[in-house]
């Protein structure tokens, strides 16, 4: 089946510092979804890119839709320990089939230390 | 505005109990998906559901697991017979129509003991 590659699969940093991760696959993607999990939650919806080459901010969040359509980028600038979290990155096939038509990476683990 | 919601929060059951989870999604959505996701793992596709129709079982086990989305009420993740590997978060997610965003619920955490 169709496979997204995330890296790091964990990162430890220290609070203020600057974050990037990235959502990597050798398929062609026309959305791009960025979640992040709580411990103990469900996963909520950070940022949703819908174009290549879309750059999309959410606070201190900034996520990015690669031009090949292949990738896309998370960046968290000045890191503070409620961004703790796994930050899942999900991607629509193009085309879509009619059945489930997200595929989800394995997630990045970010712990911020004080 | 109600995101979706899922009950019970937390299940225990013991090996060869059912467990029946439940969601009831986002207002206004009529397209549901259950995930599962096991300690330490991301999100495993298990079934995505419209409105009395199952569209995609493909991540189903084929034996024990039944899932349902009837024309009132909530959706129903159905284990039968629970073995001890069955213990996991389950995640509904759903969306509005097909391949749109899909927004989760909080999950059920499922112990078997």
């Known amino acids: 089946g169709q496979q997204l590659n995330q890296s790091p699969q964990s990162m430890f940093i220290q609070e203020g510092e600057d974050v990037s991760m990235n959502c990597t696959s050798s398929?062609?993607?026309?959305?791009w979804l960025w979640y992040k999990q709580d411990p103990g939650e469900g996963p909520v919806l950070l940022i949703a890119?819908?174009?290549?080459?879309e750059l999309t901010s959410n606070g201190r969040l900034t996520a990015q839709f690669g031009i090949t359509r292949k990738d896309s980028f998370l960046n968290i600038s000045a890191s503070i320990p409620s961004d703790v979290g796994i930050y899942f990155c999900?991607?629509?096939?193009?085309?879509?089939?009619?059945?489930?038509?997200?595929?989800f990476g394995p997630g990045t683990r970010l712990s911020v230390l004080p | 505005n109600a995101g979706v919601m899922q009950n019970p929060r937390h299940l225990v059951r013991r090996r060869g109990q059912e467990a029946r989870l439940r969601c009831s999604p986002m207002k206004g959505h009529s397209h549901v998906y259950w995930y599962r996701q096991l300690p330490e793992e991301g999100l495993k596709f298990m079934v995505y559901?419209?409105?009395?129709?199952?569209?995609?079982e493909s991540g189903m086990p084929k034996e024990r697991f039944s899932a349902e989305f009837p024309k009132e009420g909530p959706s129903i993740l159905r284990i039968q017979q629970v073995v001890r590997g069955d213990s996991a978060a389950y995640f509904c997610?759903?969306?509005?129509?097909?391949?749109?965003?899909?927004?989760f619920g909080p999950g059920t955490r499922l112990l078997v003991l």
């Open positions: 997610a759903s969306s509005p129509r097909p391949r749109e965003t899909q927004y």
């Open positions: 999900a991607g629509q096939l193009s085309p879509a089939p009619d059945g489930q038509n997200f595929v």
């Open positions: 559901l419209q409105k009395e129709n199952i569209i995609d």
């Open positions: 890119l819908y174009k290549a080459g």
């Open positions: 398929s062609i993607f026309n959305t």
